[in-house]
């Protein structure tokens, strides 16, 4: 499999052009990969165009290429969407690492009642700009042809707001709906929503319920916040076909 990087522009390159990549990228190849002119690479623009080029000439400040071929992927649907309440520690981090690898097409930052980290002030903005970096490098390790979106933060009010247009699915040890029993054929994107360490306040799932939120279980132990929502995407591709 060809090495994989982001242009960070949308690119509208064909067959024959030459795209350019400088800045971190170019060092990246040049440096970290040792990518050498004739090498055959892949690029995107983490908004479907994906493209397949050969290295002409590469240095750690400037990487040329040659276009040979070029895929318009359509963007997924329904799309998955994965609302992670905020966590201590690096676990939401790493469950926006791990759910972008695993194929979500959106991830929303959640201020849960529960949430010991709090996004106040100039947190918002840096929080969100970290989630969106390491969505970033997870889809290009990944190979994927569309980097999902960061949303700012969200709190449980507006979340409520989403279950009239989407399908909304939470995620609870108490749930009485298994997950892989999901109804996922009328279309609607699927929002997964994952609560913090200490779980989804009672009066937060009670909201959601009354708002036509699906309570839906993963099996019978309790996973970590980190870890529920990549498990709940695998099933849901499948669910969906994709995988």
Request: hydrophobic share 50%; net charge neutral.
């Amino acid at each position: 499999m060809a090495l994989h990087f982001v242009v960070d522009e949308a690119t509208d390159a064909r067959v024959g052009d030459r795209v350019m990549l400088t800045g971190a990228e170019a060092h990246h190849a040049a440096t970290v990969r040792r990518v050498r002119a004739g090498e055959t690479i892949t690029l995107g623009d983490g908004r479907g165009a994906w493209l397949t080029a050969v290295c002409e000439d590469v240095t750690p400040q400037q990487v040329a290429v040659r276009v040979t071929a070029r895929e318009d992927v359509p963007a997924a649907s329904p799309r998955v969407v994965l609302v992670q309440a905020l966590a201590k520690g690096d676990r939401d981090e790493l469950a926006v690492q791990a759910a972008t690898e695993l194929g979500v097409d959106e991830i929303v930052p959640w201020q849960a009642a529960r949430s010991i980290s709090r996004w106040e002030g100039a947190k918002q903005a840096k929080g969100r700009t970290r989630w969106q970096s390491i969505a970033r490098e997870a889809a290009k390790q990944a190979h994927r042809a569309w980097i999902p979106e960061v949303a700012e933060v969200i709190t449980t009010r507006a979340l409520i707001g989403r279950a009239a247009a989407s399908r909304l699915v939470v995620l609870d040890p108490a749930g009485t709906v298994p997950l892989s029993g999901l109804d996922v054929g009328d279309g609607r994107d699927i929002v997964l929503v994952v609560g913090p360490e200490g779980g989804i306040a009672a009066e937060e799932l009670s909201a959601f319920a009354e708002a036509g939120a699906v309570i839906a279980a993963l099996g019978s132990t309790v996973l970590r916040t980190s870890t529920a929502g990549p498990a709940a995407l695998a099933v849901v591709s499948t669910r969906l076909g994709r995988w």
